[in-house]
């Protein structure tokens, strides 16, 4: 059973950064498209980023974020800088059980989702 493990959630001010963690518990880590997608109160989910082979960004977030991942320790990263209020969403780290092909942003294109965390930007 595939898990993903998040971290790095918390309170910031506008114009400050945070870094998303997300462990993952799959053996072929390095194939699956991995990423981030985030929901604030009253809205619906919508992708953020994601990679596999190369990073994809939705166009709020382009610039200011960045999708990494480590592939020795299973992980992927969001880093995020430059926030703003409207990124005030609860965050959520995903992969997709295929390990060939393109990236998904729709959130039906991946199988498995962490717990989610809570990133608050405060004005």
């Known amino acids: 059973q595939v898990q993903l493990a998040e971290s790095g959630g918390g309170l910031q001010q506008v114009g400050g950064s945070l870094r998303l963690s997300c462990a993952a518990s799959v053996p072929t880590f390095s194939s699956h498209a991995m990423g981030w997608f985030r929901q604030a109160p009253g809205k619906e989910r919508e992708f953020v980023a994601a990679?596999?082979?190369?990073?994809y960004y939705s166009d709020s977030v382009k610039g200011r974020f960045t999708v990494s991942r480590d592939n020795a320790k299973n992980t992927v990263y969001l880093q995020m800088n430059r926030l703003k209020p409207e990124d005030t969403a609860v965050y959520y780290c995903?992969?997709?059980?295929?390990?060939?092909?393109?990236?998904?942003?729709?959130?039906?294109?991946?199988?498995?989702w962490g717990q989610g965390t809570q990133v608050t930007v405060s004005s």
């Open positions: 990679m596999r082979w190369s990073d």
């Open positions: 995903v992969l997709s059980r295929i390990v060939m092909g393109g990236v998904p942003r729709d959130p039906r294109g991946y199988e498995y």
